[in-house]
């Protein structure tokens, strides 16, 4: 079975500054994929960004990039130039590779606070 | 921009009373799930849903759950008996097709069960 850990219950940055979430996952899959997944207060979890586990290079997304280390299970999530929209909660996930539709296995979630 | 909804946002209810949670996925997604997360606790998979059928359940999916696409647009999460231990959050989730496709989610349906 997969699990995903999140070590940081909440973290707070200033505006415009830079702040990275931690995630690991531990599994026996060698072909998977692991996102990041936003909750704003009151709103819907949307995906923020998503990387497959045979791609070496890192994914971005605007201001929103990754740091994968497969061997080290490790896929922390780096937010720069934070905004006070990026209040959230955020979740790290993971899917394996298969065919057909597989559940998302979550972590617990990291609650980001943005400061004015 | 199409959403996930569901409804109510918020259901209490007491023990032992069936509660139906209603999703109305986006139109043209063919995959749905179930997702709960208690409170302080991951958000954890229940069921996937596909050509009317289950595809895929977790050991939580037991016997007191079931999960119905009564209409072309609805789905929906059934627990017949509540238990305490039921309270949750409940999130439904679609997607278009299968594969690694992104699952869009809904804002959840808070359960309380007293």
């Known amino acids: 079975a997969q699990t995903v850990t999140q070590s940081q219950p909440e973290m707070s940055v200033q505006e415009a500054e830079t702040v990275t979430l931690s995630c690991t996952y531990d599994t026996s899959e060698s072909n998977y994929y692991l996102f990041w997944y936003k909750q704003p207060p009151s709103r819907q979890m949307i995906l923020v960004i998503r990387?497959?586990?045979?791609?070496?290079q890192n994914a971005t997304e605007n201001r929103f990039s990754v740091n994968f280390q497969k061997a080290a299970k490790s896929f922390s999530l780096k937010i720069s130039d934070s905004q006070l929209g990026d209040t959230a909660m955020y979740f790290c996930?993971?899917?394996?590779?298969?065919?057909?539709?597989?559940?998302?296995?979550f972590g617990k979630g990291t609650r980001l606070s943005v400061i004015a | 921009e199409p959403e996930v909804t569901q409804t109510p946002s918020h259901q209490v209810t007491q023990m032992g009373q069936e509660v139906i949670l209603r999703c109305v996925p986006i139109s043209n997604h063919l995959y749905f799930y179930w997702y709960r997360q208690i409170l302080g606790q991951k958000v954890e998979f229940l069921v996937s849903?596909?050509?009317?059928?289950?595809?895929?359940k977790s050991e939580i999916f037991d016997d007191q759950f079931s999960v119905e696409r009564p209409d072309g647009s609805n789905f929906t999460l059934k627990i017949r008996s509540t238990k305490l231990e039921d309270s949750a959050m409940y999130f439904c989730?679609?997607?278009?097709?299968?594969?690694?496709?992104?699952?869009?989610f809904g804002p959840g349906t808070r359960l309380t069960v007293l």
């Open positions: 849903f596909y050509n009317n059928e289950i595809s895929e």
């Open positions: 996930a993971f899917m394996k590779l298969h065919s057909g539709n597989t559940p998302l296995v």
């Open positions: 989730a679609s997607s278009p097709s299968d594969y690694l496709d992104e699952q869009f």
């Open positions: 990387q497959e586990a045979y791609k070496q």
